[in-house]
């Protein structure tokens, strides 16, 4: 099945993410800034990412900007608590994340974005 990276700060959100997508069968790794994420990309093949936004010390944003700077179009789905118009666009229009979902989310609709994305 499916390499999935999940990168999100909030530890119980991260869990709960692990929890409902591990017995699906992906093969996940969870890290909680955009800057372990890279690392793990590095090492690892990813098939997806699904990324918070607002992290510290790498946002989700800047982190979906290095990966399109380094030509990596990795199917990347973006989540946050706290949507912002600009964020929308940039994220889907001009680096081209495939989703931008909002937080608390329906985890069955995740399950289906994954699904599109395979």
Do not use: W
């Amino acid at each position: 099945m499916a390499n999935i990276l999940v990168c999100e700060d909030e530890p119980l959100i991260r869990q709960c993410v692990m929890d409902f997508l591990a017995p699906k069968g992906f093969t996940l790794f969870p890290v909680s800034d955009g800057t372990e994420a890279l690392q793990t990309m590095e090492e690892n093949s990813i098939d997806i990412v699904i990324s918070d936004i607002n992290m510290k010390p790498m946002d989700g944003i800047t982190f979906l900007e290095k990966l399109r700077a380094a030509d990596n179009m990795v199917p990347f789905v973006l989540m946050t608590g706290h949507p912002q118009i600009e964020s929308y666009l940039h994220g889907k229009h001009d680096l081209g994340a495939f989703e931008y979902i909002q937080k608390p989310f329906d985890f069955n609709l995740l399950l289906s974005i994954i699904k599109k994305l395979l």
